[in-house]
């Protein structure tokens, strides 16, 4: 288990994640982010939410809102258009 707490930044594959603090629980490969909002980015594209829980093994993302906080995702298709 790795923690880290106050302003957090990690970069990983082509994604950047801000929070206020990070849990990554190794034999599980679970990246868990909470804060005011945590925010993944993957170039133009982002979620945010009150709690993101990012499984690495299959690429999965669960984004919790809180009291009061919306889950908000920004995702840009390109030329293809949504399929």
């Given amino acids: 288990k790795i923690a880290a707490s106050g ?3 990690i ?3 082509n994604r950047l994640a ?3 603090e990070a849990v990554y629980i190794t034999d599980q490969r679970l990246l868990t982010l909470t804060g005011a909002p945590a925010r993944v980015t993957s170039g133009q594209d982002q979620v945010s939410g009150k709690v993101i829980k990012f499984y690495r093994d299959s690429g999965r ?3 919790q809102g809180g009291s009061g906080k919306q889950i908000e995702a920004i995702f840009h298709s390109g ?5």
């Fill in 61 to 63: 993302i669960e984004v």
């Fill in 7 to 9: 302003n957090v930044r």
């Fill in 79 to 83: 030329d293809k258009g949504i399929q």
């Fill in 18 to 20: 801000v929070t206020d």
């Fill in 11 to 13: 970069k990983f594959d």
